[in-house]
């Protein structure tokens, strides 16, 4: 794990902090963070806290309604 995390290879994260607090916690550093969901979220709704799963539902549900292919997917 300490190899991946450490790398620059690109990471998707919800709540990098988070993350790298828990890792550093361990000896493991957290390198490489691309994107962050959690502060998209928080982008994407005006500054209000949202959650992963009420983000997912929020723009999930949204395309699933409104586009038949999305929605076979998922």
Avoid: H, N, Q, W
Avoid at 26 to 47: E, H, K, N, P
Avoid at 54 to 60: M, V
Avoid at 62 to 69: E, V
Wanted: aromatic share 10%; with cysteine; proline share 4%.
């Amino acid at each position: 794990f300490a190899e991946f995390f450490g790398s620059a290879l690109p990471k998707t994260t919800f709540d990098a902090k988070a993350a790298m607090k828990l890792l550093e916690a361990v000896g493991i550093g957290l390198r490489g963070v691309d994107f962050d969901s959690l502060i998209a979220g928080y982008l994407i709704g005006a500054g209000s806290s949202i959650s992963l799963p009420e983000l997912l539902f929020e723009y999930l549900e949204r395309a699933t309604s409104s586009d038949p292919d999305v929605s076979r997917c998922v």
